[in-house]
């Protein structure tokens, strides 16, 4: 089961586990929406780390879901721990498609993130 939460430091914690497909996307960016919402109202930026060391897949409607919701979360800043190297690879090409590879960077481990997160 996917989890989310903001953390006090105002990031948003994500944690994507199992196999993934458009519905498990889907429902943890419904369960996304009301953090990234305060933290617009509040005039911060939208900070996340996404750990991916528990993905184990995901099919192609899933990759299609994680590029829709990625251009309507568009971080400031995403960090992304934990990918093997195949799903580094192709979530590369996500970034890619949104034109937001400058504002997501792929660290293998969390203080990596967190240091360029808060930088």
């Given at each position: ?7 006090p ?23 996304t ?16 780390i ?15 879901a ?54």
């Amino acid at each position: 089961m996917n989890t989310v939460s903001l953390g006090p430091d105002n990031i948003i914690m994500a944690a994507y586990v199992g196999d993934q497909t458009e519905d498990t996307i889907t429902q943890t960016w419904k369960e996304t929406i009301p953090m990234v919402k305060e933290l617009r109202d509040k005039g911060l930026p939208i900070k996340v780390i996404l750990d991916l060391s528990k993905l184990t897949g995901q099919n192609s409607s899933a990759r299609r879901a994680a590029r829709d919701v990625l251009l309507q979360l568009a971080p400031d800043k995403m960090a992304v721990i934990g990918a093997n190297t195949f799903i580094r690879y192709l979530a590369g090409f996500i970034f890619k498609a949104t034109n937001m590879e400058k504002n997501i960077k792929q660290f293998p481990e969390m203080k990596d993130a967190a240091a360029w997160i808060n930088s």
